[in-house]
């Protein structure tokens, strides 16, 4: 069974820096795309970040600048650099792995279970 766990949030004043971190584990072939998504109180989750195994990088127009994503695939490790935070990026960050690829050749998505950012001015 492949799980994502995540690490690295907590609470902070604007302006400051978080690394997040999310590593799968399990019988894990290959990972396609690895990313963040958030989900701030009464609002839909939505796109933070990804990259692709190839180290394709995209990123929301809100964090462009601000926030970097990182990978590491021998170690099956994204990592989320956030500098220069603001209360508005305040959510429920979430690691997703898309087209992970099992011992069968299988291939599913993961979601980690989340990690609260909370960023005060």
């Known amino acids: 069974q492949v799980q994502l766990v995540e690490s690295g949030g907590g609470l902070l004043q604007a302006g400051g820096s978080l690394r997040l971190s999310c590593q799968a584990s399990g019988i894990i072939f290959s990972i396609d795309t690895m990313g963040w998504y958030r989900q701030a109180p009464g609002k839909q989750r939505e796109l933070v970040t990804t990259?692709?195994?190839?180290?394709?990088?995209n990123y929301a127009d809100s964090v462009k600048g601000r926030f970097t994503i990182s990978r590491d695939n021998a170690k099956n490790t994204v990592y989320l650099q956030m500098n220069s935070l603001k209360p508005e990026d305040t959510a429920v960050y979430y690691c997703?792995?898309?087209?992970?690829?099992?011992?069968?050749?299988?291939?599913?998505?993961?979601w980690g279970q989340g990690t609260q950012v909370t960023v005060f001015s």
């Open positions: 997703n792995a898309e087209g992970v690829q099992n011992y069968y050749g299988l291939k599913r998505d993961y």
């Open positions: 990259i692709t195994s190839g180290h394709t990088t």
